[in-house]
């Protein structure tokens, strides 16, 4: 497998034979995770602590699932009762774990960098579930592995991810990631939720929702993201569902085999028809959380060989 990184903080730092690798290990752990009995051995006797900075349900309860399938000892650090709380620093904290001797470090944290940060200070594999506004690897891996097998490729195909560009890292990594497999990308949102300069990221920006998901492969949602706002993005909820929530009306402007994807939580009836997200035809959502599981074990498999790989290179120049 070509996969040589000793963590995952981001796509940016990919290749697509990195993303390929990933998502090839994937699909034998999605076979895998539909057998009777669910468990392997790839992290037999390894530790894995998962830190959440900020609430997560999908992607914690994900990543826990994933390592106790791969025989991982998982514990699950309250941060909200941690002793950041108390004044603590993150580096000491960084510090405080790497004395626990860790294997696999989970971080989810609401300041952009802060996931690189923690893997400078620790001798541990890291892999980000999500820092700020910066990236969310992992999702955008589980969005490349649903469409895969969908569409039985991931390349060559249009794509709109339509919504709360501005404040998402999940549109981040998945326009980093489809941009790497030769996509087109198409991006759709009032401005005031579009980031400047986002046209450097070689992408296609439309207002108009007609006009931007005509004849795509793929429409992804997202979710407005009102914790990261600090204004009026919006006129109203009601508003925005009339010009961008998707329905059936704007997703027939798609080709007909389209696809609809969310990464989730939804807000039914302001970014997406209730219907149409649970249209087992067209909605790929469900998948995308059963791809969740089998993305994030194969990274901590590949990141648990390269980890052992540098440990026994290291204790042989010791010797």
Request: glycine share 8%; hydrophobic share 40%; with cysteine.
């Amino acid at each position: 497998m070509t996969y040589s990184h000793p963590h995952l903080l981001g796509i940016e730092p990919l290749s697509p034979p990195d993303i390929t690798a990933i998502l090839d290990l994937a699909d034998q752990y999605v076979d895998l995770n539909r057998r009777e009995v669910k468990h392997g051995d790839a992290l037999s006797g390894l530790t894995q602590i998962n830190m959440f900075f900020e609430n997560s349900t999908r992607t914690q309860a994900s990543f826990e699932l994933a390592g106790k399938r791969l025989g991982a000892d998982v514990m699950s650090m309250a941060m909200q009762a941690s002793s950041i709380k108390k004044g603590e620093t993150l580096i000491d904290t960084a510090l405080t774990l790497n004395a626990m001797h860790p294997d696999l470090l989970i971080v989810r944290h609401p300041q952009s960098g802060a996931v690189d940060l923690l893997a400078q200070k620790v001798n541990c594999a890291v892999l980000n579930a999500g820092d700020g506004r910066h990236e969310h690897p992992t999702q955008a891996l589980l969005d490349a592995l649903t469409i895969r097998r969908a569409k039985g490729r991931l390349h060559r195909l249009s794509i709109a991810i339509c919504g709360d560009i501005a404040h998402s890292r999940v549109a981040r990594s998945n326009i980093l990631l489809l941009g790497k497999m030769e996509n087109r990308v198409r991006l759709i949102g009032p401005p005031t939720l579009m980031p400047s300069g986002i046209a450097e990221f070689g992408v296609e920006v439309f207002e108009d929702m007609e006009e931007g998901l005509r004849d795509v492969d793929v429409v992804m949602m997202l979710r407005l993201q009102k914790e990261r706002m600090d204004g009026g993005f919006i006129p109203s909820e009601r508003e925005y569902y009339h010009r961008y929530g998707l329905d059936a009306e704007k997703l027939s402007h798609a080709k007909p085999d389209a696809i609809v994807m969310h990464p989730g939580p939804m807000n039914r009836g302001v970014e997406i028809d209730g219907e149409l997200a649970d249209d087992i035809n067209r909605s790929v959502i469900q998948e995308q959380v059963e791809m969740g599981v089998a993305v994030r074990m194969a990274a901590m498999d590949l990141l648990a060989r390269n980890l052992r790989a540098r440990r026994q290179a290291e204790a042989a120049v010791m010797v």
